[in-house]
């Protein structure tokens, strides 16, 4: 049995997102860049898309220092991610509607690529060189299947191409607040893309290391608990053969590294249930708490344009959660 403790700072901030544009000084007339979606499984304008929808590009993203599906919640209305508990275990609440992450299932569906998530165990992903992610409300059953009864949550990953780009980023703190934690927090990300062959062999490479120290002491043994680590990778073969056909190869990982807080035990062995840190954020327990969950994924995706506003898709996708707590 375990008993894993995490804790959260949910903050919230005003902003404003603004397209490139242009201003006719003449008339004074403002002229917005159109935003193109793929919400209802076509490229299309998203003022045409008849469903609630919250869109954000590469631009917003990086903005609004969005890194995970849990920080995406707090900027899309009507949509929250419920702590169950331990990294990687997050139920999402989508209009009112919630179903615990133990029932293995969820009312709101992720898709990364076109890769379903349908269930609250694994319900995260790192946000890294991403193009877009589009966050509709409401049922979407008939277009995306099962686990969709109150909305989608589609990413999509930037596509390598012919421009090299490279992007590196640290990020380096003290944590002061009684409930971020009193430790260092570090991270560090990198994503590389470009041609192998110009207009027929592309590469992505994407990483992420997360590390942050615990905020709970143990007075048993003296050391903090419940620091959090994890990284993320994700690898990308892309060829086109041809103007029609277009063949994506992806895999990635996701790894966690956690401390927790977990159970004391008796000189007998015997497990005490329930016990939970004071309001010191102190606990005496000496049984050491881990969580060391990962998700895997491998993904081929296939497409071909059969004519200008015809093209079949082909996904085939392996994907695995490890729960080991």
């Known amino acids: 049995m375990r008993k894993v403790l995490f804790a959260a700072v949910v903050g919230s901030a005003v902003f404003c997102f603004c397209n490139n544009s242009t201003i006719a000084a003449n008339t004074g007339d403002l002229e917005l860049e159109g935003i193109t979606v793929t919400a209802q499984k076509k490229e299309e304008n998203v003022q045409k898309v008849p469903v609630g929808i919250t869109v954000f590009n590469t631009e917003k993203i990086e903005d609004a220092q969005i890194e995970s599906m849990s920080e995406l919640a707090g900027f899309v209305p009507n949509f929250m991610i419920n702590d169950e508990g331990a990294s990687g275990m997050n139920a999402p609440v989508m209009r009112g509607i919630y179903a615990n992450a133990m029932t293995m299932t969820t009312p709101v569906g992720l898709f990364i690529d076109g890769v379903p998530i349908l269930s609250a165990v694994g319900f995260e992903d790192t946000l890294l060189d991403i193009e877009r992610v589009e966050a509709l409300r409401g049922p979407q059953g008939t277009l995306y299947g099962k686990n969709t009864q109150t909305g989608v949550i589609n990413i999509i990953t930037r596509q390598p191409d012919n421009e090299f780009r490279v992007k590196a980023s640290a990020d380096l703190g003290k944590m002061l607040s009684a409930e971020a934690g009193n430790g260092l927090k570090q991270a560090y990300s990198l994503n590389v893309s470009g041609p192998v ?53 992806v895999a990635s990982k ?41 998700s895997d994924t491998q993904s081929l995706k296939v497409k071909y344009n059969i004519s200008g506003a015809l093209t079949l898709t082909s996904i085939t996708a392996k994907r695995v959660y490890n729960d080991k707590a």
């Open 197 to 249: 062959e110009e207009d027929k062999l592309f590469f992505g490479i994407a990483g992420k290391f997360f590390q942050k120290d615990g905020f709970i002491k143990n007075t048993n043994t003296g050391d903090p608990e419940d620091d959090r680590e994890h990284w993320f990778g994700r690898a990308q073969l892309r060829w086109t053969p041809s103007d029609q056909l277009d063949i994506s190869l």
């Open 254 to 294: 996701l790894q966690y590294n956690d401390g927790a807080t977990n159970m004391n035990l008796t000189d007998t062995g015997a497990a005490i249930t329930g016990v939970s840190p004071n309001e010191d954020r102190e606990d005496s327990s000496n049984h050491q708490g881990y969580n060391k969950a990962s």
